[in-house]
């Protein structure tokens, strides 16, 4: 790789890494053509970007970002999946390592916060920004819910009154 070609591979991880809210570091050596592909797939998928990559370059890209703190985790064959949905990155490849043993969860990294594999585990348990969002709208609307029913139910109940009256006479 030349120079150029190197500092253009810089400055995309740095860019990547800024607007991350979490990554995750794996290695991901023996893993098989179809087993990657199908990796990179969910990746893609749910919005996390995974990429492999030298690690000198990205520790150069690290420099000066948030993420400093997981330098010492590159180290051998790793990749990393940046994701701006802080629990995307770690839920796919938890349930990626489930079935896949040569996928080894390294740790990562939530915003400053360096985590190590049961920190990154423990963010995987946590719901996403959407599960978030869909909890706190069913919120919203169970309230709305039970006061059309509170303010439907006394003409109900005068309706079946007025109807037990009808059926008796």
């Known amino acids: 790789m030349e120079r150029a070609q190197k500092a253009e591979v810089v400055a ?9 809210e979490s990554i995750v570091v794996v290695r991901n050596a023996g893993l098989r053509v179809d087993q990657s ?54 839920k796919i490849a938890f349930e990626f390592a489930k079935d896949n043993e040569k996928l080894i969860i390294v740790g990562g990294a939530l915003g400053e916060k360096v985590l190590d594999k049961a920190g990154v585990e423990a963010l995987s348990k946590l719901p996403s920004l959407d599960e978030m969002r869909a909890s706190l709208l069913r919120l919203i609307q169970t309230p709305a819910t039970r006061i059309a029913t509170i303010a439907k139910e006394p003409a109900s109940q005068l ?11």
């Open 159 to 169: 309706a079946r009154v007025i109807q037990a009256y009808a059926d008796k006479g």
């Open 12 to 20: 995309e991880r740095q860019k990547v890494l800024e607007s991350a």
């Open 37 to 90: 592909t199908e990796l990179r797939n969910r990746m893609r998928a749910a919005g996390v970007n995974f990429k492999v990559s030298k690690n000198r370059l990205v520790k150069i890209a690290l420099k000066g970002t948030r993420y400093e703190g997981i330098e010492p985790m590159l180290t051998g064959p790793v990749a990393l999946a940046t994701s701006t949905d802080p629990v995307a990155a770690a």
